[in-house]
């Protein structure tokens, strides 16, 4: 069985693996990383860490071919995203 890390890293990689629209962060961005942050917080996992997770997915994982964005750019702005949501409602904690 995956760890919850491991299941959030292959969704996120398959995600960004996927081209997009010219979108920096598309709904279905926003979408997969509001679920692994709800799985992360059920799980008690601080957004640190989580962050930590996201970033080390977004190094290891391969641009879509037509992205319009650079790598930095693609990782600050599904960092703020992943932040956004798992605070959302300013609850860490549902």
């Not at 010219?22 to 962050?51: D, F, N, W, Y």
């Not at 994982?61 to 409602?89: G, Q």
């Amino acid at each position: 069985m995956s760890s919850f890390p491991e299941k959030a890293s292959e969704k996120l990689g398959q995600l960004l693996r996927r081209p997009t629209t010219g979108k920096l962060v598309t709904t279905q961005h926003r979408k997969v990383i509001a679920q692994i942050c709800e799985e992360a917080r059920e799980s008690g996992m601080p957004v640190e860490r989580l962050v930590i997770i996201l970033k080390g997915v977004l190094d290891q994982t391969p641009h879509a071919e037509d992205s319009a964005h650079s790598r930095a750019e693609i990782k600050e702005r599904l960092v703020a995203v992943c932040i956004e949501e798992y605070f959302r409602d300013g609850k860490p904690n549902s």
